[in-house]
């Protein structure tokens, strides 16, 4: 967790001074009595009452956000709380632990809007996992395999659409425009799952493709 905490304020430190006040009020909202510190029943009214996390909403995930052990979540810990809400990291699928490492993820269910299948390291290296589509196996990527392949995926698209009407870019999905994957797409990647003698290697990722908005000052 202490990773994520250094990630976090690292977005908050190179964050314009608005989104700052907004991190700012994010953690005075949860502070009920305002002496700088969240304590338990605090955190535990705010997550499930207030904001209905309750996944995240118990004494073990407060303790894990509890880096340094004081029994309070500090400001720099609640930017932690933030962040794995704002990125929708996930919980395992399986366990039902939060996954604040690698994790592997199912690619058919990736945009899914109900939600997708994702799964710590050691419950994909379990082999025991009882998700299926269409009666065949689960196709799964790791996330750092799977932002490459979707990053890569969507330029190839945009490169080989022809140019669209003035002001809209090429593959826009403004307008209610749908871009439809080609063979490069995510959906064509992934290590079926379960795998006999274990996790398939890495898939090639040179001709992958998906837009990822991130702001050079994110």
Known sequence: MKQLERIA?????AAPHEVQQLAHDFFSEMDRDGDGKI?????????????????MGNPHFFNRLDTDGNKT???AEVMTLLYIVKSGRPFCK????????????????????????????????????????????????????????????????LRSQPSTAVGSAPGSRSGGTNVSYNNTSVYNY??????????NPSPSTANALVPVNVSSNA
């Open 9 to 13: 304020m690292a977005h908050y430190q």
């Open 39 to 55: 304590d338990m029943h605090e955190f535990l009214m705010f997550i499930t009452i207030e904001k209905g996390y309750s996944r």
């Open 73 to 75: 979540l500090d400001f």
């Open 94 to 157: 399986r366990c039902s632990n939060f996954i604040n490492d690698v994790y592997f993820t199912c690619v058919d269910c990736f945009e899914n809007p109900d939600g997708g299948f994702s799964v710590c390291l050691d419950c994909y290296c379990s082999h025991d996992i009882n998700h299926h589509h269409n009666n065949g196996p689960s196709r799964f990527l790791d996330n750092y395999t799977l932002l490459e392949v979707k990053k890569n995926s969507d330029t190839n698209q």
């Open 190 to 199: 992934g290590a079926y799952h379960p795998p006999r003698t274990g996790p």
